[in-house]
Nanobody, 124 residues
Framework: QVQLVESGGGLVQTGGSLRLSCAVS????????MGWFRQAPGKEREFVAG???????GYGDSMKGRFTISRDNAPNTVYLQMNSLKPEAAAVYYC??????????????????WGKGTQVTVSS
């Protein structure tokens, strides 16, 4: 069993930055590719960014250039640095553990575990 616990969400002004963290426990961290998804009210869950065990990354189309995903094996944590935030970025952000990052479309595949999410609010 794997536990994913997100943190770092909150309220930020348009143009501001936030860094989300996802603490991973319960299994070998490098067994999984990791990713972030987000879901706004009334919308489908959307892929934000993913990172493989060997640090290959992939991003959703609207996130490129402003969001950066990284992972640290000590401690077992995945980060999402979000810069130049826009009001449309407001959502619940979820951490996920899966099998791989693939393209066409770019996303995290083979998801086995989800975190409970952290709220990001962007004021205009």
């Amino acid at each position: 069993q794997v536990q994913l616990v997100e943190s770092g969400g909150g309220l930020v002004q348009t143009g501001g930055s936030l860094r989300l963290s996802c603490a991973v426990s319960g299994r070998t961290f490098n067994d999984y590719a990791m990713g972030w998804f987000r879901q706004a009210p009334g919308k489908e869950r959307e892929f934000v960014a993913g990172i493989s065990w060997n640090n290959k990354t992939g991003y959703g189309d609207s996130m490129k250039g402003r969001f950066t995903i990284s992972r640290d094996n000590a401690p077992n944590t995945v980060y999402l640095q979000m810069n130049s935030l826009k009001p449309e970025a407001a959502a619940v952000y979820y951490c996920a553990a899966g099998s791989c990052i693939r393209t066409m479309p770019t996303r995290l595949y083979g998801i086995s575990y989800w975190g409970k999410g952290t709220q990001v609010t962007v004021s205009s």
